[in-house]
């Protein structure tokens, strides 16, 4: 079984609607990240906790929210979805070396 | 601010044709450098870490060094396998673990 997963792994969705990204994680790791990566501009950290109590921005935050459910579960939602949110997002835990679940991409028409 | 830099952006090599990718790096304190490999609609899998510069890592036909400034990921006698979107990443010290990316390379290793 994967250490990281993510669901859905593809979504379509339109302008305005709430959709959220959920990840899942068996390595037994504090730390939790959301990047979403899109072509030319790399990966790019959105939001990141590391435990249940500490959530942290990244630096592209604005137009997300997150919740750390437990210790092993953390969401993101995009609570009115934009077609510039369309992208691949990414999950990863990890102290030093972070581990990458498979990603969800999002089309927002 | 912190910044990496990957060059070339897309590198085309015959079967068995070595060659080196660079990842260039602006840091306030380098805690580690990090390679991945992903491949096309999949999540970034962990290569390396580099912590320090004159440090090198290998794994099969691939060796990673560090310097004060750049890494390079060297890749020995590639096979069409090796096709992939090489990533790099920084890690400063005190910034809670965050990673900086670089763009990528995307290696295309032909038969």
């Known amino acids: 079984d994967a250490d990281v997963t993510q669901t859905p792994r593809n979504r379509i969705t339109k302008t305005g609607k709430r959709i959220m990204l959920e990840c899942s994680q068996t390595?037994?790791?504090?730390?939790m990240y959301w990047y979403r990566q899109d072509p030319g501009l790399g990966l790019r950290l959105i939001y990141y906790s590391f435990d249940v109590k500490d959530i942290n921005k990244g630096e592209i935050s604005d137009g997300y929210s997150v919740s750390r459910q437990a210790q092993a579960k953390f969401s993101l939602s995009l609570e009115s979805a934009i077609p510039n949110q369309t992208a691949l997002y990414f999950c990863?835990?990890?102290?030093?070396?972070?581990?990458f679940g498979p990603g969800t991409r999002l089309t927002v028409l | 601010e912190d910044q990496v830099t990957q060059s070339p952006e897309a590198l085309r090599l015959q079967e068995g044709e070595s060659s080196s990718l660079n990842c260039s790096y602006t840091?306030?304190?380098?805690?580690?450098l990090f390679w991945y490999r992903q491949d096309p609609g999949k999540g970034p899998e962990f290569l390396f870490t580099l912590y320090s510069a004159g440090e090198e890592k290998e794994k099969e036909r691939l060796k990673a060094t560090l310097t004060k400034k750049e890494s390079f990921l060297h890749i020995t006698a590639p096979k069409p396998e090796d096709s992939a979107t090489y990533l790099c990443?920084?890690?400063?010290?005190?910034?809670?673990?965050?990673?900086?990316f670089g763009q990528g390379t995307e290696l295309s290793v032909k038969p």
């Open positions: 990443a920084v890690q400063a010290e005190d910034q809670g673990g965050k990673l900086i």
């Open positions: 990863a835990t990890g102290a030093d070396t972070q581990y």
């Open positions: 840091v306030s304190g380098l805690r580690g």
């Open positions: 390595k037994g790791h504090d730390r």
